[in-house]
């Protein structure tokens, strides 16, 4: 084998020893297809390294086998020790489980002990003044009959002090309730984060789902406390420590044992339904930051924990039927507003933000018992919009790619450029590998930019969808109709604009065909990469397929037909300067000068399209001979054109014939025969009947298949003979049909009448 072929061999040995094995295939591949039996040397060279490795692993073995067993031994002498300590470690979890319910119980009486007091004096007043209204309505004496007149007031004066303390409170819980509702979402975060560190953890047996009570503790289902308790971090104050509940219990107790607790209840839901709108009204400008929606979601947050502790702690302040009526309510409040101010955000990172934020605050008030389907069903219409503003910060992205392209292919110097172009792009081709340094790749570098940005799009859209409580197969789902968005649409406008721009010649439009070529190759690519990342196969049932085939198609077809526009318009800015004398008596011998810088053009552009596929190469040449022939003859049949002589039809003939030669020299390949020459047939005959002057062939022969100027109209030549007419009577051009043959010009009559009643006879049929 060649020195080549040994050091090629060796690059790919090093690269399998320092390759993730689900990378080796397409190292694998380049193998079988190198040279013949390449594949054979390759094996002959990995079985020499496998034997090099086998000695390196036998000496290194050799080397620590006396280690190896001074070890075994030492860890049979520990195993006796560690089955013990095994066994005190079972016992140590026992007894810290023991104490944490110790220490539970302790709190919880110490709770109680600090409640008696004021308890205690609350039923002592309470209970005296009961027992004095009882014993004045049975006693005759004055001092009690004064006594029963002034109770009424007392017990008035009694209820008016504990409803001033529970204005004071709820007045404190509307204040408190942003913080209260940070310490709640504060413990779902730690739930999650909790779930996720469990979930991570390999052979480990069945957790408990975490739940919590208000008093800001975690625990699990079978009550054992697992929370802030444990270790030394820093505690989360609860609710407990920021509102002091005690003014609702006793307003409570008062109005229930003076016989009014149904009074005091409707005060309580009416105010407590005033305080829930007023939460649930955002700020105007809340939709601008993170920060707004954080404090609208620990507002209601908040609200809604206060209200389940009402209803856990007093009996029938509150109802299920109360709570479940407000929570709908402002459900329904919350999902409008949402949706509102959603609407006005154009930045995919806040929304993603406040995506977040509603999965948290959906599950702080799930873990409290309020039912939040409503909320994630929400959440695809969030998705939608935070689609949306990828779209359009992508849409940027790739304008400036486009913008900053040079449309030239992408030089690569080293083996190490080389390979930084193929790591950001999947591009194989066996020719170009085997080129030596420096080479040129096809694509233009915009093509890796664009490949890049699009699986930098799945990843931006994958974001969303973690936390939502989906599958893999809805995950795979919404990201392949993401995608499709990106291509069909976003990806799709900024290259139909980009051909469309002025400044986008055909050189450019040549690249961009060559550009979408490869990233359509690559799709398939961008398949694996989101099926790789969901590990949902693209052959399951209903998966969603990627749309960039006839993304990059359908702007390819838009480049090739910008071209023939483009060339078309070349053709024309040449033709305008064409500058013809049509009264010279005889041609100049030699072809214009525009024609022949525009066939020096067409020449040198045809010679661009080398990379371009057959059929667009073909169709571009092709195209641009017929419209050049068009415009030919639109100049002569050109009404403001009054008078041509014959010396203005041969100089025209020698143009003619210079189209012909260019057509000929096959200046793209693939046209079979004289195909593209055809182009020009309908000028060559006309021209041919006025150069040759056969019209009495032409006459007789009109209508027949076998024709020899069966491409010539009659109102073609008619028109054309008309101008040659009225310059034959000023300028004399017949003269030599006329020494010839005096009756010439009596012929040239006789044509125009023929050819006449041939145009009327046509115009009649």
Known sequence: PSS???????????????????????????????????????????????????????????????????????????????????????????????????????????????????????????????????????????????????????????????????????????????????????????????????????????????????????????????????????????AQDLVDFSPVYRCLHIYTVLGDRETFENYYRKQRKKQARLVLQPQANMHETVEGYRRYFNQIVGFFVVEDHILNATQGLVTRAFTDELWNMALSKIIAVLRTHSSYCDDPDLVLELKNLIVIFADTLQDYGFPVNRLFDLLFEVRDQYNETLLK??????????????????????????????????????????????????????????????????????????????????????????????????????????????????????????????LEQACKYLEEFITNITNVSPETVHTTRLYGLSTFKDARHSAEGEIYTKLNQKIDEFVQLADYEWGMAESDGRASGYLMDLINFLRSTFQVFTHLPGKVAQTACMSACKHLSISLMQMLLDTELKQISMGAIQQFNLDVIQCELFASSEPVPGFQGDTLQLAFIDLRQLLDLFMVWDWSTYLADYGQPTSKYLRVNPATALALLEKMKDTSKKNNIFSQFRKNDRDKQKLIETVVKQLRSLVNGISNE
């Open 4 to 238: 080549a072929a040994v050091a090629a061999h060796e690059r790919i040995l090093q690269e399998i020893e320092s390759t993730d094995t689900a990378c080796v295939g397409p190292t694998l591949r380049s193998i079988y297809d190198d040279q013949p039996n390449a594949h054979k040397r390759f094996m002959e060279k990995l079985d020499a390294r496998i034997r090099n490795h086998d000695r390196e692993i036998e000496k290194m073995c050799n080397f620590h086998h006396q280690g190896f067993v001074d070890a075994i031994t030492e860890l049979l002498k520990v195993r006796t020790d560690a089955e013990k300590l095994m066994v005190r470690d079972t016992q140590t979890e026992e007894v810290i489980c023991c104490r944490i319910q110790q220490r539970n119980m302790v709190t919880t009486v110490e709770k109680l002990q600090l409640c008696i007091p004021g308890m205690t004096s609350v039923y002592v007043s309470v209970t005296t003044l009961i027992l004095v209204l009882m014993w004045c309505l049975v006693s005759q004496y004055r001092f009690c009959q004064i006594m029963a007149e002034n109770l009424p007031r007392l017990r008035e004066e009694i209820k008016e002090i504990s409803m001033s303390d529970l204005k004071d409170f709820l007045e404190s819980i509307r204040k408190h309730s942003d913080k209260v509702g940070e310490t709640a979402m504060r413990q779902a975060q730690q739930h999650r984060t909790f779930n996720s560190a469990v979930a991570k953890q390999a052979n480990i047996g069945h957790y408990d789902k975490p739940v919590y009570s208000f008093n800001g503790r975690m625990h699990t289902q079978n009550g054992l406390m697992i929370g802030d308790d444990i270790g030394d971090e820093e505690e989360i104050p609860t």
């Open 393 to 518: 910060k992508w849409c940027s992205f790739h304008r400036e790619i486009f913008e900053l392209d040079n449309y030239s292919p992408i030089p690569v110097e080293t083996e190490d450029e080389y390979k930084l172009v193929v790591s950001r792009f999947p591009f194989h081709d066996a020719e170009i590998e085997k080129q030596d340094f420096p080479k040129k790749l096809p694509m233009s570098q915009s093509v890796p930019q664009i490949y890049t940005q699009v699986k930098e799009f799945i990843y931006a859209s994958l974001k969303f969808s973690e936390s939502l409580h989906r599958s893999s197969t809805e995950i795979d789902d919404m990201l392949r109709k993401s995608t499709n968005l990106l291509l069909t649409r976003t990806l799709s406008s900024c290259l139909q604009n980009l051909i469309k721009k002025p400044h986008i010649g055909l050189t450019e439009l040549v690249q961009i065909i060559i550009n979408t070529t490869h």
